[in-house]
């Protein structure tokens, strides 16, 4: 192929090519972006109504599944759970990979507001947000000695809240606390039944005395004027005030049968920071935010609100997921620069000339310099996954320079002048070069068209670092071919080290010739043998364990902690000190924070940098779980944060068992299931979200007697919300913003059930009676919350499995034992990192053998055959061999990383033989017979084979030996390559010439020129 002598004839062509290419690079540099992941278009949508104090089958019935009903008919919605609990409905929406989160807010919107009229009026307007998934990016605490928590709160909201929800790439800025500031009336039934007032008269009363009114304006000719009347009260002193109920002149008023109070909203909540009350704002980016940047702009405005804070309040970060982003982007960063210098020493190593080792060398910063301005061109982003595709490419793309540096090399010691020898060499490697190029183009095709996180994440992987190999095979006919003409020099004055290599890669070539020669005298052992290695991939490939992707050190733990059903916020306060107390006895533990109700405590350990630790992230988890198990008031669990993108948050295990049958039947197959899960021995932890557990006081109504003393359903209905429902009645407006006004009855009267009877309502002969004159109370077990998944019952086993066992093995345990103990009409369903793997696990050997078809096709059209093709790809199964057996040895899981590590490996393995071949071909056509032509072929490319394998291999060695935020990852693929190549190399070198052998043309008579042409038109050309 005469291309390349374009360029050797004129250099200054070549040159200017180089630089403009590098110029491209550099600028597109400078617009990229800097991330941790590709942007992954994956949301959230969180319906949340509120029904004051309805019971969770009457929220689940009115509330709950009307409104799920609807949405789950909206388009792009992947799947829709939802929890009812007395007083509250929350429906979460997951939309679907890849789809506009606005579009489909949009249409979730729609079908609320269709529902809407089925709802009860009681029920509070539902509100929809719209989240990224997963937890809070960054956690911002506002401490202070002096303020109360709702006065931090307060000022908060009026002060910090609309500053920061306004920040460039922020979705949210939620406010986790106490509760804010409310009008709290706290009534006395003893004080209302000696003024004969009852509940309705407190509510009425307040309604009617506090009116929010909008009295309109007065229009004169000539003056127009506003009229604010005054008939809401504003001090919440005030309410106290308030006439509730007369006769004659006797006045009974609001603080004659109850203590008037600004206090907080609800006493259902609370966050603490290393063990401190607290008032948390949670920053969550909004969708397609980059997180880097978000954290950059919130960081940067918190300084300027610092300056303003009162005295005595302080900001403190108490998470920052950001930290582990940036620490893992560095890493990285490092990583490419090391494996730049062990790839630059082993072609030194393997050349002894500096003058030589300058050709490929200058390939490196060329090809990933310019591939940039590939990046930029098709939209992406500077994220770990296009750093690592560097990383690998460091080793690739000197590849294509090193076959025409050898080469051309292997002319000169022949005799010729280097020029002449450039001239002849590149034309010689000029198509096997493409075809290699193009056979690592090959592998990635079908992730482009492949979906889920895979195809979204690994898109932007795999297109950088065909790209980088692109440019390098460009590189190799473009500038390469014109550097050896002007840069070597004849064999007489190479210098003595290139000498001396040269000797002793002349000795392992006549080596390697002999062991190759036994090789091809014994080709059935041979092929025997690589039969066998065929038949044990299945094998192997089963014994490997098998998750979404490994737990990283991200420098947090999070812990979650579940206390009994009957539990008070009172009650998990006191176990969450002694939480507190068991993670400062942990040298690496900076501080922690938690958010606590009294159905579950959730928050974090946040750890100390990296540098300044030794022990990892799990070895240290392990420690503070062991100490959080002698905690006897609450079940604690802890596990790694962090996770892929699009992974929702979580436990990593969620087994999802769900039915049409009711919560007893459900609790009792999950609780079966439950048991085999303990017994196994695969979990360090597991549970349950199901729980029959949940006390509920039950009130039977004596209709009859009821409709005698007139006192109607509604009547008994709203005195039993008013006392214990913490609804608000109206609200009143203090310095600009409203609060609500909440009528109950003081925590003293409302302690047990029996309070319930003490209660009076108002008969039509405007006498009062106590409830228990009308009512009767029971009490029974109810589930701790009514979980639906996809509108059906639903209970979910979620835990951290034990290593060595893997979220696969889980997985598929659970599900044997839930067929083994589930009646008909049960189903399995996953949520989170488990729903994540599921989908992407299924995909994989699919995309493995659509790889393996693309590389055939571009094979067989390069060399006009189909038979070369499968020598090539025999090498395939055996580098595979190297790959998989590590992972059934446990060294790593088959995971998201190694899977694509494993399809690198086709492309990369391939290019050998694609060298081999191609110049046995060659060899042919000229004349020798099939044996003397491979086993010179494979001579002559073996130390161009072992360049590039070593170089690969040593270049990804930074990638195994990684340590820190992202190490387990980087590990995972680097050990892919590197085990993948040392085994498939040295296979290939053997293996793959025995086939040539086997399957090669059968008559090797020498050929015309017409006869080349004919069998060889692409390679021969």
Known sequence: MKFTDIFIQRPVLAIVIAAVMLLVGIQAGTLLSLREYPEVEKSQIFVQAIYPGASARTVQGFVTTPLQRRIAAAKGVDYVTSESNPGLAQINVYVRLGENSTDVLTEVITKINEARFELPREVEDPVVSNRTGGDGMM?????????????????????????????????????????????????????????????????????????????????????????????????????????????????????????????????????????????????????????????????????????????????????????????????????????????????????????????????????????????????????????????????????????????????????????????????????????MTLTLVAVYLPIGFLGGLTGVLFSEFALTLAGAVVISGFIALVLSPMMCAYLLVDHDHQGKIANWLDQKFDLLHHQYERVLGMCLNNRGAVMLFALMIFCSLPIFYQLAQKELAPDEDSGSIFAMATPPDYSSLEYTTYFLDQMVDAWRTVPEVSHSWQVNNPNRVFGGLELVPWSERERSLEEIRQEIQAKYDKISGLEIFTFAAGGLPGADSGLPLQFVISSNADYKELDRVSEEVLQKARQSGIFAFVTKDLRYSRPEITVRIDRELSARLGISMEDIGQTLQIMLGEAETNRFSMEGRSYKVIPQADRGFRLTKEWLERYYVRTTGESLVPLSTVVTLGQKVEPNSLKQFQQLNSATIQGVVLPPNTLGDSLEFLEQALYEVAPTGFRVGHQGASRRFIQESQGFLLLFSTSLIFIYLVLAAQFNSFRDPLIVLISVPLSVFGAIVPLALGLATLNIYTQVGLLTLIGLISKHGILIVDFANRLVLEGYDRKTAVLKAAALRLRPILMTTVATVLGVLPLVLAFGAGANSRFAIGLMIAAGMSVGTLFTLFVLPTFYLVLGKKDPVAASSEDAMTEQPLLNS
Do not use: C
Request: hydrophobic share 50%; no cysteine; net charge negative.
């Open 139 to 435: 956690y911002l605490a506002l401490l202070s000695d002096q303020m109360s928590v709702q006065q931090t709160t307060d000022y908060a909201i009026r002060t910090i809240q609309p500053v920061l929800s306004t920040v460039e790439g922020v979705g949210e800025a939620r406010m986790l606390s106490s509760g804010v500031f409310a009008v709290r009336i706290w009534l006395n039934p003893a004080k209302m039944a000696a003024y004969g007032v009852t509940a309705r008269d407190v509510n009425d009363a307040v309604r009617r005395e506090n009116y929010i009114s909008a009295a309109g304006t007065t229009r004169g000719e000539l003056v127009r004027a506003s009229v604010d009347a005054e008939t809401d009260v504003q001090d919440p002193q005030k309410f106290a005030e308030i006439v509730v109920r007369q006769e004659g002149d006797k006045r009974v008023r609001l603080g004659d049968v109850a203590e008037v109070e600004l206090a907080s909203d609800t006493y259902e909540s609370a966050a603490y920071s290393s063990g401190k009350e607290t008032v948390f704002i949670a920053i969550t980016e909004a969708p397609g935010a980059n997180p880097l940047e978000v954290a950059a702009r919130v960081k940067s405005k918190v300084k300027e609100i610092e300056a303003q804070l009162p005295a005595d309040m302080t900001i403190f970060m108490d998470s920052d997921l950001s930290i582990s982003i940036s620490e893992g982007l560095e890493e990285v960063g490092k990583t490419l620069i090391e494996a730049s210098i062990i790839v630059v020493l082993v072609i030194l190593l393997f050349l002894g000339s500096m003058r030589v080792v300058a050709i490929p060398i200058v390939a490196i910063p060329l090809s990933l310099i310019t591939v940039l301005f590939l990046v930029w061109l098709m939209g992406f982003s500077i994220n770990l996954l296009t750093l690592l595709a560097m990383v690998i490419a460091i080793g690739l793309v000197v590849d294509d320079a090193i076959v025409v540096v050898e080469n051309v090399h292997r002319h000169i010691e022949e005799g010729k002048q280097p020029r002449q020898a450039a001239l002849i060499g590149a034309r010689e490697v000029a198509l096997p070069v493409i075809a």
